[in-house]
């Protein structure tokens, strides 16, 4: 089951009260969220994954794990409607995530 629009919209909100530039992304029906152009949030199946990173080990570390898509690395489970866990997690991810690199442009 793909993320629905709804969701997304949903989460984008929830995301509204902090002081970071949000943008998503659709990819293959699932989405990735990003922070200040940084990929902090996987949102697949409805449910909002977190990369287990060192950075929020100890803020997640009673979150439910599972895998945003089959043969991916298993992540924490976010609860975004927690507003403080949110609000603890995604600074932590936007601090801790570098840039994406550059794609290489494509010769024509």
């Not at 984008?12 to 990819?27: A, D, Q």
């Not at 990173?53 to 975004?80: F, Q, T, W």
Request: proline share 8%; with cysteine; aromatic share 10%.
């Amino acid at each position: 089951m793909a993320t629905t629009v709804d969701y997304i919209e949903f989460v984008m909100g929830e995301l509204e009260r902090l002081p970071f530039e949000f943008r998503f992304k659709k990819m293959f029906g699932e989405y990735c969220v990003y922070a200040n152009e940084k990929p902090v949030l996987l949102v697949c199946d409805n449910t909002v994954f977190v990369k287990m990173l060192p950075c929020v080990e100890g803020v997640m570390a009673s979150a439910r794990v599972g895998e945003p898509y089959n043969g991916a690395k298993p992540h924490y489970m976010l609860d975004i409607e927690d507003s403080e866990l949110v609000a603890k997690v995604v600074p932590l991810l936007e601090q801790n995530t570098p840039l994406p690199k550059p794609r290489k442009q494509k010769n024509k």
